[in-house]
């Protein structure tokens, strides 16, 4: 039995095939709906979700050699994300971790309901994006949020932490590497806090 076998009549299923005969052609003429909803459901995901208990912790025990946070511009978040996206680029995967919800996160939860994902979240749950695009449209969605999370990218040169303060840290084990995004986000005219130091 196949994947698409689920969603076909018994009597489709044990039919004898003639040798080159495409079954799936034929099925897809008799039972169109069926098939579409059962391949749907076996389309991969690119963007999931999880919850990974004590990832948050794990993070605040991280050494990071370099810091610098930002100011979360609400009204120019699409550049904003762009600008550190390029700092990035090639992006394989990115995933957000949650650590605290203040307010009703609508721009998520639009997220998340266009991939057909339920409304879950809170603390330490994570959601995942399994490309660039995708890795971009989350990061936007939940900058815009009234939410405290880490960011993390694949490849992982930086990683970030943003608050609903709307300020935004980026960490990096090397100047360099932290280099690769603050550089590029002050060229843009994104505003850096001086002599601020996160303490996790």
């Known amino acids: ?32 709906i069926a098939l579409s909803l059962s391949r749907a459901n076996h389309m991969v995901r690119t963007v999931k979700l999880s919850q990974i208990q004590g990832s948050i912790k794990r993070f605040r025990r991280t050494s990071w050699g370099f810091q610098q946070t930002f ?25 957000v971790t949650i650590d605290q919800v203040i307010a009703e996160p ?11 994902l339920p409304p879950q979240y809170g603390h330490e749950w994570c959601i995942t994006a ?5 890795a971009e449209k989350l990061l936007e969605a939940i900058l815009g949020d009234s939410v405290d999370f880490v960011f993390v990218p694949t490849p992982k040169p930086f ?9 935004a840290t980026f960490y990096a084990s090397t ?9 590029p986000l ?7 806090v001086p002599d601020y130091e996160r303490r996790l």
């Open 159 to 167: 990683v970030i932490y943003a608050d609903h303060d709307e300020y």
């Open 130 to 134: 399994e490309s660039q695009p995708e």
């Open 106 to 116: 609508k721009g998520l939860i639009g997220l998340l309901s266009e991939h057909n």
């Open 71 to 95: 100011e979360t511009s609400l009204k120019n978040l699409k550049p904003f994300v762009g600008t550190i996206a390029s700092a990035l680029a090639p992006i394989g995967s990115a995933s």
């Open 175 to 183: 100047k360099s590497n932290l280099n690769r995004v603050v550089q």
């Open 1 to 32: 039995m196949n994947c698409l076998s689920w969603a076909i009549p018994r009597e489709m299923r044990e039919r004898t095939v003639p040798r080159g005969h495409c079954e799936n052609s034929t099925l897809l003429r008799q039972y169109p």
């Open 186 to 192: 002050i060229r843009a005219g994104f505003v850096s």
